[in-house]
């Protein structure tokens, strides 16, 4: 039964795809939440800070936080003019909410902001008399990197799919061509004693009697 094939070290290729597909699964995730940040810029709550655009189009605003859930004061005012002065951007405050938490640090989109050209911006904010601004608060702007991590993470997730599918299939597969194998040993262990049982049986002549 030693020749039973394939080898049962094959069975090592279920968790070599569970696994590999969850180490692949985990870096993605870190990876992604990472860099949900980067390409955006930052500005404090409350103050005024310059920010420059490269193109133009729709830049999705957050309001960050430390701790795990941001929550925006009632009081928050915030506008984003050309540095050379002019009329206040348009901003859409509706749309699908989008959140993130990262290292302590949490985030909620508040609002896309039109910008209808490159070039060099200022995002303000201020709050109401005597409301203070939860620690760590600030604004950042940029292309809506949630939406970008949210397809990196559905993309892991599928990558963790296959390789559960692809660990049920070489366990099916192996488990199916060693049972074929088994028997093919079987049959060639016992084809001996069926021949030599299906042997006609012969007996001495004896002489004829006078």
Known sequence: MNNVKPHGAWFLL???FLFGGLIVTILVVAMTASGIS????RAPVPGETTIKFDQAGDQT???????????PPLSLEWRVVPAAGGDSLPMDAGGMSSTYSINGRSGVRIATVR????????LESRLGEGEKAPPGAALMIGTNAVA???????GALGVMGLSFVAALVSLIV???KRSGSRKRLQQQQYAPMQ????QPQQYPQQPPQR
């Open 148 to 154: 970008g991590a949210l397809g990196a993470v559905f």
């Open 61 to 71: 605003l957050f309001f960050e936080q430390e701790g795990y859930k941001a929550v």
């Open 14 to 16: 279920v968790p070599f």
């Open 38 to 41: 980067d390409g955006m810029q």
């Open 174 to 176: 192996i488990l199916v």
């Open 195 to 198: 021949m030599h049982q299906q």
């Open 115 to 122: 910008v209808p050209a490159p070039g060099t911006y200022r």
